[in-house]
């Protein structure tokens, strides 16, 4: 390696590490936030709504989230197709890509409100989700306020294809903080499940609109392109994101289904338990898994082979740093948090953290491959793993309940994480990783890390003091910290090294 490509090399890494702080930050904020959201209003849901009101509102959140099968794969595509526009200062063809994504998007919402109307008429979303009175009406609501709020996010994908997707998240923490005090005032004034959804959808998107009058994004809205675009256009584009569609829906297929699976099989009360479960190990799945969201930029527009395992290894170094430390936390502390939290309201199996660390760590390495896969342009091999894995996730998951109750559950449906092995072998060779060892070594300087903290969460579920698992949670933090520390270190080349 010459020392300019070195240095060039230094400097890109350099870029995407403070990228990747920055990212992380601002989705760690933001799962505090939710976090903050869940803690403050559950046990205030509940002591008003009861356990089925509670059951509906999640339920009802549930479904805002599985509404990114709306997505039909364009946010995936046009970021992709965006970022190597920009690549090749294709000016006309960035704002045709963002033009077609934007207006497919609109006829693709349209169609789902209208189904979900007819579903509600009919009395189906009621009878199928075993869902109290009027909560049909609750689930369409819910249908238009999303398609509101990922409509507002997708105007914002030309900063995600520069590279920017920090400012993206930090657009949905601000939302998701000011979401927190509103919607408490609204439950304690004795608001029902509709009003508390659309008042937080409307939290979410107001900020998403204020960046993207900031940065001017408003101006490349295809007004123009309004009387030329057919639905012949619209299911071309769906066509060409049909593969980054399926990631989607094998990503909410082993996620929030799982919420609608249990409310048809036990009732929207058991369904709502689920559902702080499944958020607990978002922490790990989607929180910590954060960083390998800029991997689908970063990648395509990587120029050689080096490039590529310097973000990589990069990108995977922080994914392993903070799923592993989550995975640690509820694999010792779950039980713990669960009773400090709702003081009894909800009672949980003791082996219910190791379902939850299992179901996280699984997701967390579902995402690092399916995200780098579609940066290698290898979408279709990782959707049709990511299918399979949703699949087998459901049924084991359904198997698992059966067998174990909600810990089954976690368990089974961590088990189709399996069917993303092969694709990670696939984009080894790309990014430089000849072996599966080279997964591992990247990692090898954290391991002392992870066992102390390790060590530090069992020591705090040990204690029946409060305080003492606590002050575990505060000295892990530290610890991470100082692994985040060095990893940013490791970035700097010294003595003529390579810098990762």
Avoid at 268 to 288: C, K, Q, T
Wanted: proline share 4%; net charge positive; with cysteine.
């Amino acid at each position: 390696m010459t020392p300019s490509s070195h240095t060039n090399q230094s400097s890109l890494a350099g870029s995407y590490g403070r990228e990747l702080v920055w990212n992380q930050i601002w989705q760690s904020l933001n799962f505090v936030s939710k976090a903050a959201f869940l803690l403050i209003l559950t046990p205030m849901m509940i002591l008003r709504w009861g356990s089925i009101g509670f059951g509906l509102f999640a339920v009802a959140s549930s479904l805002l989230v599985s509404m990114a099968l709306l997505d039909g794969g364009i946010r995936s595509l046009i970021r992709v197709q965006m970022a190597d526009a920009m690549k090749r200062n294709e000016t006309a063809s960035l704002k045709r890509i963002y033009a077609e994504g934007v207006l497919t998007f609109a006829t693709v919402c349209s169609a789902a409100f209208v189904v979900s109307l007819a579903l509600s008429l009919l009395g189906c979303l009621t009878a199928w989700f075993r869902l109290p009175p009027g909560g049909g009406t609750v689930l369409v609501i819910t249908v238009v306020c999303t398609a509101i709020l990922m409509t507002s996010i997708l105007l914002l994908e030309p900063l995600a294809a520069e590279g920017n997707l920090s400012i993206l998240k930090a657009a949905n923490t601000w939302g998701a903080i000011a979401a927190v005090p509103i919607c408490a005032i609204l439950v304690f004034l004795g608001a029902g499940v509709g009003p508390v959804i659309v008042t937080y959808a409307a939290c979410m998107t107001v900020p998403n609109l204020l960046v993207a009058w900031h940065k001017n994004l408003f101006a490349m809205l295809p007004w123009s392109e309004l009387r030329r675009f057919r639905l012949k256009t619209a299911l071309k584009t769906l066509q060409s994101g049909f593969w980054y569609y399926l990631t989607t829906v094998a990503l909410i297929g082993k996620t929030h289904a799982l919420t609608f699976l249990v409310s048809a099989i036990a009732g929207p009360a058991e369904a709502g338990i689920f559902y702080i479960l499944l958020r607990f190990s978002e922490s790990i799945s989607n929180v910590a898994s954060t960083s390998s969201e800029t991997s689908l930029a970063a990648l395509t527009t990587a120029k050689d082979a080096a490039q590529r395992h310097a973000l990589f290894v990069l990108s995977w170094r922080h994914v392993a740093l903070f799923s592993i430390t989550g995975a640690l936390m509820f694999l010792f502390l779950t039980v713990q948090l669960l009773g400090l939290w709702l003081h009894g309201a909800v009672t949980a199996n003791p082996c219910v953290g190791a379902g939850l660390a299992l179901f996280g760590l699984s997701g967390a390495f579902s995402r690092v491959v399916v995200n780098s896969s579609m940066g290698l342009d290898l979408t279709r091999p990782a959707a049709l793993a990511g299918m399979a894995e949703a699949v087998t996730g459901i049924l084991g998951a359904f198997v698992g309940y059966q067998l174990g109750g909600l810990t089954g559950l976690l368990l089974g449906g961590s088990l189709g994480s399996l069917w993303q092995i092969p694709v990670g072998f696939m984009i080894s060779e790309p990014c430089g990783l000849r072996s599966s060892g080279d997964w591992i070594r990247p990692l090898l300087p954290l391991f002392p890390g992870f066992l102390l903290c390790g060590l530090l969460f069992y020591a705090g579920s040990r204690s029946s003091h409060e305080g003492v698992y606590l002050a575990s949670l505060f000295l892990v933090a530290a610890v991470t910290l100082w692994q985040l520390k060095f990893i940013q270190n490791r970035i700097k080349p010294t003595d003529g090294e390579h810098p990762l």
